[in-house]
């Protein structure tokens, strides 16, 4: 079974900067494509990055420029650096697949808070 476990999330004043990651256990990462995704109350769960075992990477369009996902397939880790962050940001982050379906095992995510 999946399981994925998120970091790196706090409370940082507009414009900062803040790094997610993500281990993975339970899968072959290396050939699995990998996402981040958030949710903010209120809102659907949505797809912000996600790169695939070559490193080819993708963003919708609110991140782009600003954040950059990565990944270790040796330590089977997945991040998300952010930068010039919004309050707009703030939201729940959670990794998982980065394609449909996801893996139906999501992780606790962890709290990202723009806020001055």
């Known amino acids: 079974q999946v399981q994925l476990v998120e970091s790196g999330g706090g409370l940082v004043q507009p414009g900062g900067s803040l790094r997610l990651s993500c281990a993975v256990s339970?899968?072959?990462?290396?050939?699995?494509?990998m996402g981040w995704y958030r949710q903010a109350p209120g809102k659907q769960r949505e797809l912000v990055a996600s790169?695939?075992?070559?490193?080819?990477?993708t963003y919708t369009d609110s991140v782009k420029a600003r954040f950059t996902i990565s990944r270790d397939n040796a330590k089977k880790m997945v991040y998300l650096q952010m930068n010039s962050l919004k309050p707009e940001d703030t939201a729940v982050y959670h990794c998982?697949?980065?394609?449909?379906?996801?893996?139906?095992?999501w992780g606790q995510g962890t709290q990202v808070t723009v806020s001055s």
């Open positions: 998982n697949r980065g394609v449909e379906p996801t893996w139906s095992s």
């Open positions: 339970g899968t072959m990462f290396s050939i699995v494509a």
């Open positions: 790169i695939t075992p070559g490193s080819s990477r």
